[in-house]
């Protein structure tokens, strides 16, 4: 899974919620899927022999995990900034560390390929070939993210792609 047990077991701790449904699917198998769904960059069809979950049931619990993951993890991970005064560091430590004034992190963003959505048309599709997302990060200086934003659509410019972040 390109994962640790150790981590595998924080996340599992963090996210795991009991259930009284019998024959539910088990937290573990639940975030096992999701993060090989990723990993291996497979259809929810060639998952269901790995997984042993029917590819309705991967439809259903993939999405629903990655949210739970989020909500569970994004204080302790994703704590971007929110004030003047830490804006004021991050310009700072770029000043010193590598001499450039007024800098308020180092951005970049990256396309990544998706299966188009049904019924969007050409709303993904790039001049590539292909339909794309685009991961957009802002970091500091010792490479922590500040800003994240997902989602955009990959035929958008790059300027418009900033255009169409919360940044």
Known sequence: ????????????????????????????ARIVATLRFPATRRSFEDLKF??????????????????AIYKALKQEYLKFVTSSIEWQK????????????????SLEGKRVAIVKPADEGSYYFMHKGYHSVVLLGLVDTSLTFIMAD??????????GVTEETAF
Do not use: Y
């Open 150 to 159: 997902v989602g955009c659509n990959g035929r958008v410019s790059d300027t």
């Open 90 to 105: 991050i310009a700072k430590d770029f000043q010193s560390m590598w001499n450039f004034r007024n800098c308020g992190g």
């Open 1 to 28: 899974l390109q994962m640790s047990d150790e981590n595998l077991k924080h996340v599992i701790a963090k996210v795991k919620q009991d259930t009284v449904v019998p024959n539910a699917i088990t937290p573990e």
């Open 50 to 67: 790995a997984t042993i979950k029917s590819p309705q049931a991967l439809d259903k619990i993939i999405p629903e995990t990655c949210k």
